[in-house]
């Protein structure tokens, strides 16, 4: 099996541009992930995030996830368990108003990391998106506008740890998924692995690898760009030695716009791949996406394509 694509972003200054941009689109479409490095978020500055989110969660997060397990006897798992995910996880709001401010138990030295990191998280979303409207022929900043909605894109982390499993093979870390949104920048553990992507039926390791981002497509890109980029499944497996550590942040839509194939990718289509993908607003389909979420993409698109025919 091929290996995971991993794209050195510097070579997009010189003579190897228009590789790496086929590397890039070979991603997204046959992958629908991608790691890249030097990508110009400086090493130090991620040194300080993993260790600030790891003080955090030894300070006040593993003694409440020790709790939780034990209340729902999690411990000596007989059956597997399908409706729970092994993790330990807070969320802050970037965009449109950012709630970092409100989070508790957060150090000052913490949250000021954080608001830094957002912003440098968000430029290099809107980066990558310019690259993919490069690769799909699309105008410079399209799908940036296609995020838009009336107050701009949503944005935001999900900070999680997954702990040591004494019994991973009955429970996952997270369950298997496709994600709602837009673009997924991920900063993941550079030692402890566990992500998994399925690949022609298989699960593929997602390797941990130091300063890098692994990159997600979101349903949303598999809509606007018609089918060419998509969306894949994956997970994330527990272990019984050491603890995980997962920022996710995740750029999408704002609440009101609305989401459909970009005109310039479907006119020269057969007609029944013209019609696949519905038009509809992201709100809606997050509302839908919350009680599917760990099911297949598919009946998401054909209900709201019955939606927007009703």
């Known amino acids: ?10 070579k997009l200054n010189g003579a190897e541009r228009s590789t790496t941009m086929d590397k890039i689109n070979d ?30 969660y030894k300070k006040c997060m593993e003694q409440r996830f020790k709790e939780l397990v034990a209340s ?12 729970m995910d092994w993790e330990s996880t807070f969320y802050i709001r970037h965009l449109p108003q950012s709630n970092v401010a409100e989070i508790p138990d957060l ?28 690769n799909l022929g699309l105008e410079k900043g399209y799908l940036k506008k296609a995020f838009n909605g009336s107050k701009g894109p949503t944005f935001g982390t999900k900070v999680s740890n997954y702990p040591p499993c004494p019994t991973p093979d009955k429970i996952k870390g997270l369950r298997a998924h496709t994600d709602a949104g837009g ?4 900063f993941q553990d550079p030692i402890v692995g566990g992500l998994q992507i399925l690949k022609n039926g298989e699960w593929v390791d997602v390797p941990p690898m ?44 704002g609440s009101d716009a609305i989401i459909y194939p970009a005109p310039a990718l479907v006119e020269n289509e057969a007609e029944e791949k013209k019609e696949w993908y519905p038009k509809f ?30």
């Open 27 to 56: 991603a997204c479409e046959n992958w629908g992930f991608f790691q890249v490095l030097n990508h110009g978020i400086p090493h130090d500055f991620l040194d300080t995030v993993e260790r600030l989110t790891k003080e955090h």
């Open 210 to 253: 130091r300063h890098s981002f692994v990159i997600n497509l979101g349903d949303q890109l598999e809509v606007i760009s018609n089918g060419r980029y998509r969306s894949v499944e994956h997970r994330v497996m527990t272990q019984t030695q050491g603890s995980r550590m997962s920022i996710a942040s995740f750029y999408n839509p």
């Open 183 to 186: 673009i997924i920048l991920l």
């Open 281 to 310: 607003v992201f709100e809606d389909y997050m509302k839908l996406y919350a009680g599917m979420k760990f099911q297949a993409k598919e009946p998401r698109f054909e209900a709201m394509k019955a939606t927007a025919t009703a």
């Open 107 to 134: 150090t000052d030295e913490y949250r000021n990391v954080m608001k830094e990191f957002a912003v440098k998280l968000e430029n290099l979303a809107e980066e990558l998106l310019d690259l993919f409207c490069e």
């Open 72 to 83: 729902k006897a999690l411990e000596g798992l007989q059956a597997e368990v399908a409706d």
């Open 1 to 10: 099996m091929a290996t995971f694509p991993v794209i050195n972003l510097e």
